[in-house]
């Protein structure tokens, strides 16, 4: 069979053979994981081509037999789209990843066929039964698959299209993760287990990849005695690299400094918030703030950069946080930061929760994006949560902060890792403008002083440039 993986974007980032420019934020372009995976597993008798429409148009008259759709809960709705569109023409349509996972019910009725969970097994099952006409509604393994079973993704499949994204050395050593943090998709998906690939198939993969790349593990040191041995294992390679994990990794020297010695540059870290009663809602008091500042210290004096997570709306919060989270993060001096509106995904604990409660406003999956209010908060309106939010993105990213941070950086960190965590932070400002997010913060006076207000109306004009540019500059691709 002919086969199409596509993973979908959402409209305001799409290329589409009209809009053929592909949007300068290559940055936080990365992996093609999902659909590199799926690729490697498919049995060599079948022609796989992929299609990412954040970087390529999506060609609806392709002669293929078979569509393959990956897709998180915020691309449901355009994988929906994608699957309509294709079967209109008379394709086979399947899906895989996230949503079809947690949402299984709702996948199935708008493709022909869905893997829940792991493609290992399931997928070369699903060809089979395509191939054979007797395609089944969903595909499920009995048990989590065995990572030895886990291919060496075909990166050759992304030759075409890899200077659009920051890296498409993404390399995966285990799945999953033993704690169950409320609102994590990751526990509801894998089920508060994690699982690694044998070390050596790992190494392999690595000699493969050039010296700078990123593990996508959401907490690569879950199985503290693997990463120590894989980290040793790493030293001598020369890598440069970055990853997530827990913050958990600052208890453990031994294991700080031979993540640093293994070339880690940079870790995204879900600190989420400086309240213990937040924490303790979400099942995730191990982050204790009390220790935030010895453990970030810790991870600093290792030359490893931070970039934290943080989300707010939770319900301790009320129209004060916005500004009490940019103090703290300043004086945790956090070298970057990745701002999430509390999002009740659908398939996890905190969804059910909230749907009890009848506080699920909003069901557009498109807007389960972490950038929009899609629930009643607690303990303000959701006009403040969203106001607030983008008010704390601006002002974390002002200009002034990101050149402080900077010079902070190369004292604290070291030349390397502060060099990332710039481009990086100038790439959070170049996307928050090119959205327009500028916001208010709730908490201020009504009428906030006249320098604030200059300071706002010089951010809108700026975005609404820069916005203004990015119409009119000429395509690329
Ligand atoms: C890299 C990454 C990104 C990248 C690229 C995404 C991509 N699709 O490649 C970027 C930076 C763009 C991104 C963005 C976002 N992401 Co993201 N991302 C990830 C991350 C860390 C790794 C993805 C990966 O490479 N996985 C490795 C592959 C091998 O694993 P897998 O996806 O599970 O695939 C296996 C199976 O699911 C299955 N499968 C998957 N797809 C398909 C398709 C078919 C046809 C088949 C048969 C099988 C199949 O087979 C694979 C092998 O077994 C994941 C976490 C994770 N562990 O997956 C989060 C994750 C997918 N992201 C998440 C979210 C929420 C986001 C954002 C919405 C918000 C945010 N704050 O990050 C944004 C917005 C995206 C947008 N608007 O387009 C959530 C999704 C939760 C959900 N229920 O939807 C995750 C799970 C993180 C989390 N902690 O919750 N992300
Ligand atoms: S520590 Fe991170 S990956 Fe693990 S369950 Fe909590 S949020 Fe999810």
Known sequence: MKILLVLPAVEY??????????????????SVLPLTTVAALTPPEHQVTLCDENVEPLDFDADVDLVGVTFMTALAPRAYEIAAEFRARGKLVVGGGYHPTLCPDEAAQHLDAIVVGDAEGAWPRLLADAAAGRLQRVYRNEAPCDLADAPIPRRDLTARTARHYVTVNA?????????????CSIAAFHGRTHRTRPLDHVLAELREVPRDFMFVDDNLIADPAYAR??????????????????????????????????????????????????LAAMDKGFNNPARYHQRLAAIRRHGIGV?????????????????????????????????????????????????RQGRVTDRDWARYDFRHCVFAPARMTAAQLQDGADWLYAQFYRLDRILVRFVRGIFTIGWLPA????????????????????????????????????????????????????????ASS
């Open 419 to 474: 060099l990332l965590a710039l481009k990086l932070n100038l790439t959070y400002r170049y996307d928050n403008r090119c959205e327009g997010i500028v916001g208010r913060n709730p908490a201020a006076a009504e009428s906030p002083p006249l320098w604030q207000r200059l300071g706002e109306r010089l951010a809108t004009w700026g975005s609404t440039l820069t916005r203004w540019r990015l119409r009119r500059a000429p």
């Open 13 to 30: 980032l799409r290329v589409t053979k009209a809009a053929r420019r592909v949007p300068r934020r290559a940055m936080l372009r990365f």
């Open 307 to 355: 970039v934290a997570g943080i989300i707010v709306g939770l319900d301790a919060d009320d129209p004060t946080v916005f500004a009490r989270t940019l103090r703290f993060l300043q004086a945790q001096r956090i070298d970057a930061l990745q701002l999430n509106i509390m999002t009740p995904l659908p398939g996890t604990p905190l969804f059910d929760e909230m749907e």
């Open 171 to 183: 390399v995966q050593t285990g799945r999953g993760c033993r704690h169950g943090c409320r609102y």
């Open 229 to 278: 041995a894989l980290f040793r294992a790493m030293a001598p390679m020369g890598k440069r690299w970055v990853s997530q994990c827990a913050i958990e990794i600052a208890d453990d020297p031994e294991l700080l400094r031979l993540a640093r010695d293994a070339g880690c540059r940079g870790l995204f870290i879900g600190i989420e918030t400086a309240s213990q009663e937040n």
